[in-house]
């Protein structure tokens, strides 16, 4: 059973949440913020590394190419690599790479509608309603913006990192 | 056409989204600030209101109810009254009544998976991805309770505050 009427259908959708692929991409990023300069890791070792569906992260992997975060090398020795250094790339910028950067609350100015409707005149103010969620919103964003790739690599202690530095020095070597 | 396969629903899911109950109960929740003591609005006047579908807008009072935001006066002549001072309803209460409160980032632990996988050992302290998510999401949380339905009502101006009062006496009177 998936959606039984329209209700249920909004319902579903009006819970807001965002995708998995936010935590897959930020996770590889910070993978690839180790990388040495100029090596590339494969999609299939990004999603073998965390157990990921490899097809469905390659969608996630484009996004970030797209929005200029990664760079994809092609080829039976290419890859992904960060597009610049880690610390120019903040948590913002891989959330909205997948999730776009649409606010959650869209304002359908309730208040020119129904008897009790405003004219244009009463309503050249934004509604404050509006204005507090797109606050929020923007109170979201700064909190994202203020940590970058680097900052949480540097939380990731040195014997992980250098695990993970020599596992795939060995799957390179392979 | 809904949903053609899983990927799509997926990506239509994932898109952060508050539902339009947010801004429906934000506003008949500023109206109801407006009323003098021990009145009570109809459903009906609500909804007639903003131009908004009766049924809908009642499941979204509803979870006000439940919440302990508004009271339901059963009866002809009953209706929807705030439950306390609109200067102790923020607006993160209402929000939260209509969407409920998890936090729209579900970390799954995939450090803890795939060729890469953490022991629980390496897991004790939170993964930095979900506190950086979590603390975006606190920051959501403090801008919406930092704001009371009486902030956005003292911003109305006094002669729409005036004109709604004397449109619902007067619909009362009816």
């Known amino acids: 059973m998936w959606i039984t009427n329209i209700y249920d259908m909004h319902s579903t959708l009006s819970v807001m949440k965002l ?18 300069k100029g090596a590339v890791l494969p999609r299939k070792a990004l999603a073998d590394h965390y157990g990921l569906p490899d ?29 610049r250094s880690p610390e120019k ?37 934004m509604c404050a309603v509006n ?11 700064r909190h994202l913006r203020a940590t970058t790739l680097q900052d949480i690599a540097d939380g990731i202690p040195a014997s992980i990192r250098q695990r993970n530095a020599a596992k795939f020095s060995r799957e390179r070597a392979a």
Chains 1, 2 share one sequence.
């Open 19 to 36: 995708s998995q692929g936010v935590e897959w991409t930020l996770h590889c990023s910070v993978l690839l913020s180790d990388l040495p």
């Open 55 to 83: 097809a469905y992260l390659a969608k996630h992997l484009q996004s970030l190419v797209r929005a200029g975060l990664l760079l994809a090398t092609p080829g039976p020795r290419g890859g992904f690599a960060l597009a």
């Open 131 to 141: 204005r507090v969620m797109l606050g929020a919103h923007e109170s979201w964003r």
């Open 89 to 125: 790339i903040t948590v913002l910028d891989v959330v909205e790479a997948v999730e776009g950067s649409a606010a959650p609350f869209v304002c359908q100015e309730i208040r020119q509608h129904g008897s009790g409707a405003l004219t244009a005149d009463q309503c050249v103010r």
